[in-house]
């Protein structure tokens, strides 16, 4: 026993160390609406199995119909939360490491949504309005298989200079030593991103960014690549980069090559080189560092055990910043990312037990 013990003393100052709002998290808050649905809704509503968009007026009725014939569950959600939420679970103690904003509306959803992250031990500074109400998104369910309908909706309404300008606000920033955003994002505040990117970039701080869906990369490029030179991790799926490559006019469809090609591109901060993180799903994760590419091979889980892929990104990548905040390694990073998501598969919505199992 003797021997251990020094090991065991150095772990216990090591946890110490980590502050509140260490990580800063800004983005869409969405309360999710997760049902297992048929084949026919999909149909319906010219739905895909396992894709993201944003609502449209077609998919108005959507909402209220998967609530009328489907289970519901409600969770607290949105990608970027999501995240932060899983990255405070990881870390445990102290409550609070995590910060978040968005905007939320005055309503039933809202004060769901306030509860649900103080039940997380998340800082949720939620900008609030009354013009719209509180963004919701519709997570369809067939098989293994998501199809994701945000409304927006109150998440539209982030205005920077009624928030993140605010003196109390930017404290979570100055305070902050990594950032993670999702590319939503940049289709309601590419203005609050640059502002934060900027920061960190002048305080040699980490930002890191989401690909989010591929319709980002196609329909929001500007702002994307705007902020790209600030980007000192990427992270993305398969698809998302196969869409990001296309857009960028890489002429490759080699996973491998994309996640050279896109550590190369222009950046701001010299003295951190950019890391890009491909995950696939069931294959390995893709990951740039230093001038080489490796390939991280995914947790081993029974189909049988998986029960819904909803949020397994945003469940990798909150894994992965739960050991960043402690300046791990990036294969700790990436072990506790792949630990995460295989947790979260296993459960329907972006939900977890009371404790991790991580070591």
């Not at 939503?184 to 930002?207: D, G």
């Not at 591109?265 to 230093?290: A, C, E, H, M, Y």
């Not at 947790?299 to 050991?323: H, K, P, R, W």
Request: glycine content about 6%; some cysteine; aromatic content about 10%.
């Amino acid at each position: 026993m003797a021997a251990e013990e020094p090991q065991a003393k150095k772990l216990k100052l090591e946890e110490k160390e980590l502050s509140q709002n260490a990580l800063f998290g800004m983005g869409n808050p969405l309360l999710d609406i997760c049902a297992v649905v048929d084949k026919d809704l999909l149909d319906k509503y010219g739905l895909k199995p396992n894709d993201q968009i944003l609502a449209e007026e077609k998919h108005k009725e959507l909402f209220e119909e998967i609530v009328r014939k489907f289970k519901v569950e409600y969770h607290a959600g949105g990608s970027t939360q999501n995240s932060v939420k899983i990255a405070q679970w990881m870390i445990q103690q102290p409550h609070k490491v995590s910060t978040f904003l968005g905007c939320i509306g005055t309503d039933k959803f809202g004060g769901i949504l306030k509860k649900k992250a103080e039940e997380a031990h998340v800082d949720a500074y939620y900008y609030e309005q009354s013009e719209e109400p509180t963004g919701t998104c519709a997570a369809c369910i067939t098989d293994d298989n998501r199809s994701l309908v945000a409304n927006l909706a109150a998440a539209n309404c982030y205005k920077k200079e009624k928030h993140l300008d605010l003196e109390e606000n930017w404290k979570l920033v100055e305070k902050a030593k990594v950032f993670y955003i999702a590319g939503f994002f940049l289709t309601v505040s590419p203005e609050s991103i640059l502002k934060v990117a900027k920061h960190a970039s002048e305080h040699n701080k980490v930002f890191s960014l989401n690909l989010s869906a591929p319709f980002v990369s196609q329909f929001f490029k500007e702002p994307m690549m705007k902020v790209m030179p600030y980007v000192d991790i990427l992270f993305g799926n398969e698809t998302e980069a196969a869409t990001f490559a296309r857009e960028q006019g890489f002429e490759t469809e080699d996973i491998e090559e994309i996640a050279k090609k896109t550590q190369s591109l222009p950046k701001v901060n010299k003295k951190r080189q950019r890391i890009v993180v491909f995950t696939q799903g069931k294959d390995g994760t893709v990951v740039t560092s230093g001038n080489e590419v490796m390939i991280f091979p995914v947790l081993d889980i029974d189909q049988s055990e998986i029960v819904d892929t909803n949020g397994a990104g945003d469940a990798f990548v909150g894994g992965f910043l739960s050991q960043l905040v402690y300046d791990r390694p990036l294969e700790e990073c990436i072990r506790a990312g792949h630990y995460s998501a295989s947790v979260i598969i296993r459960r329907a919505g972006c939900t977890f037990p009371e404790k991790p199992d991580f070591h």
